[in-house]
């Protein structure tokens, strides 16, 4: 689940893989804008089946805590 959550932070901050790790803050050390944020957040929902609350956005701060979002989601 990581890994696919790395995989689409990437590609839409625009850096390598090997720069985003599971706690890598991704305002702070990625430069992930709020525009930026709605696309993780669309992508991760497209990928996993699943419909994050609007209330979670400002959660996803990191890949790992973008996944405990997604785990608490699916069950």
């Known amino acids: 689940m990581e890994a696919k959550i790395k995989e689409i932070v990437s590609n839409i901050a625009e850096v390598e893989i090997t720069e985003v790790g599971s706690d890598t803050d991704l305002i702070e050390e990625l430069d992930v804008d709020s525009m930026m944020a709605l696309e ?5 929902e497209r990928s996993f089946q699943i419909r994050v609350p609007d209330e ?3 959660n996803f701060t990191s890949v790992r805590s973008i996944s405990n979002i997604v785990k608490k ?3």
């Open 40 to 44: 993780i957040l669309t992508d991760v």
């Open 56 to 58: 979670e956005l400002p």
């Open 73 to 75: 989601i699916m069950g």
